[in-house]
T-cell receptor, first 118, second 110 residues
Framework: EAGVAQSPRYKIIEKRQSVAFWCNPI?????LYWYQQILGQGPKLLIQ????????DSQLPKDRFSAERLKGVDSTLKIQPAKLEDSAVYLC????????????????FGPGTRLTVT | SQQGEEDPQALSIQEGENATMNCSYK?????LQWYRQNSGRGLVHLIL?????REKHSGRLRVTLDTSKKSSSLLITASRAADTASYFC??????????FGAGTRLTVKP
């Protein structure tokens, strides 16, 4: 079974530039997550999709971050404009659908995209 | 903050010893999950324990959950050098909100 795919693996940009990350979840997984993991910290949930609808984006800095999952499969996360503090690893994860209750399914993580903002 | 907090922040043991990590949280959860992260394999799910469960096992891993104390522990028995990694607890709330702690960095010396 293919895992969660992410690209690019590494990205270096200057502050105020824009960047986009791509994620392809495991086939059949309806729920998709984007996390930001700053060095030395645990992953912080940015946004959660159920199919192509947003379930939770309470921690997404909406003035500069945006995400979409138009067809309920692939997803892109964009940062525009980037700041120095956005330097982190951006992780995408997917899980089986949430059915009528809290998520009781494990999440499968991709390898992440390491973003460096200079 | 709703995220769990791991303790200790770092742990160093000899191969063959047991390693215990703890996670505490503040509000009622639906389930709690433990993940491992190392540079080779990224973030990997280890065990999920539901709020109505008290203990689960998976190979050399044992997880306990005490909802009255709002805490969980992860025990790794007979540790190996390959167990060197960061271990995170993730608390899942009834609104499907999932939060990771800052992790415990485990070093197993050969």
């Amino acid at each position: 079974e293919a895992g969660v795919a992410q690209s690019p693996r590494y990205k270096i940009i200057e502050k105020r530039q824009s960047v986009a990350f791509w994620c392809n979840p495991i086939s059949g997984h309806a729920t998709l997550y984007w996390y930001q993991q700053i060095l030395g910290q645990g992953p912080k949930l940015l946004i959660q999709f159920q199919n192509n609808g947003v379930v939770d984006d309470s921690q997404l800095p909406k003035d500069r971050f945006s995400a979409e999952r138009l067809k309920g499969v692939d997803s892109t996360l964009k940062i525009q404009p980037a700041k120095l503090e956005d330097s982190a690893v951006y992780l995408c994860a997917s899980s089986l659908a949430w059915q009528g209750g809290a998520s009781s399914y494990e999440q499968y993580f991709g390898p992440g995209t390491r973003l460096t903002v200079t | 903050s709703q995220q769990g907090e791991e303790d200790p922040q770092a742990l160093s043991i000899q191969e063959g010893e047991n390693a215990t990590m703890n996670c505490s949280y503040k509000t009622s959860i639906n389930n709690l999950q433990w993940y491992r992260q190392n540079s080779g394999r990224g973030l990997v799910h280890l065990i999920l324990i539901r709020s109505n469960e008290r203990e689960k096992h998976s190979g050399r891993l044992r997880v306990t959950l005490d909802t009255s104390k709002k805490s969980s522990s992860l025990l790794i028995t007979a540790s190996r050098a390959a167990d060197t990694a960061s271990y995170f607890c993730a608390t899942v709330y009834n609104n499907n909100d999932m939060r990771f702690g800052a992790g415990t960095r485990l070093t197993v010396k050969p």
